[in-house]
């Protein structure tokens, strides 16, 4: 998705008016998928709760981490809170500036240094940057490094165990292979594939257990009946 940039050419050719843009998603776990960009322009009031209440939580210094098109920068911004909005995606970041957010840079989470926030913030499926339970580790570790004393880390993310469930109400999975969570993605715009790119959807349970093991404690604030659930995580003193 950062080569050729099929989601940042999406997201300007929105704010440039074809209102109509759609993004074509294949994965690796279900059907193809027609995705209207302007769920990336969404109003705080057409934002779910989880993300709501999210920036309802969010205070001090802010690092909104793969902001996308900058809907929740800019709310955060409109609201006095002093945000950093980062993407990898060349044209995400063009897009944000174009909208008015003042910190918008082209940055990858991981190579991030100096710097220190009071809240990471990472939602619609934020965490879903880590690609892989193999990289929760070196997650925990950056997150550490870059979070002020008595910062925290807001994130949402869904449990899709639901996908896997036969009509009897079995979960096919398979307990010896990858982690259900772990898949992959590619976008298309007007005929152009992007890059196919890991991406990881992680249960609350693992986790709280994975934030355990590294330092962290990892609270629930808010689980719709959906699956999708908001978690608070703070290094633990």
């Known amino acids: ?4 940039d099929v989601y940042g050419k999406g997201l300007l050719a929105y704010l440039n008016g074809s209102r109509n843009a759609s993004f074509i998603v294949e994965s690796d776990i279900a059907d193809t998928e027609q995705w209207p960009v302007k769920l990336f322009f969404r109003t705080f009031e057409e934002m779910p709760e989880t993300e709501k209440l999210a920036l309802r ?6 690092l909104d981490v793969g902001a996308g098109a900058g809907s929740h920068a800019l709310w955060l911004q409109e609201n006095n809170l002093d945000t950093t909005a980062i993407d990898i995606s060349t044209g995400a970041v063009e897009a944000m500036k174009k909208r008015g957010v003042k910190h918008a840079l082209q940055e990858d989470f991981f190579n991030l240094k100096n710097e220190k926030f009071d809240i990471i913030l990472l939602l619609m499926n934020g965490v879903g940057i880590v690609g892989k339970m193999s ?5 925990f570790e950056q997150a550490a490094k870059l979070l002020a004393p ?14 896997f469930e036969e009509k009897d109400g079995s979960v096919n999975i398979n307990l010896a292979g990858k982690y259900y969570g772990e ?5 298309s715009f007007q005929n152009e594939k992007g890059e196919t790119f890991d991406w990881l959807f992680i249960d609350f349970d693992t986790l709280s257990c994975y934030a355990e093991k590294h330092g962290f404690s990892c609270k629930k604030l808010f689980e719709d009946d959906h699956y999708l659930y908001l978690a608070e995580l703070a290094v633990k003193s």
């Not at 998705?1 to 050729?4: Q, S």
């Not at 008595?150 to 996908?163: E, P, V």
């Open 1 to 4: 998705m950062k080569n050729n």
């Open 57 to 62: 939580h969010a205070k001090g210094r802010i």
């Open 135 to 139: 990289n929760l580790p070196h997650f």
């Open 150 to 163: 008595q910062g925290k880390i807001l994130l949402d993310s869904s449990d899709i165990l639901y996908l």
């Open 183 to 187: 898949l992959k993605y590619t976008f």
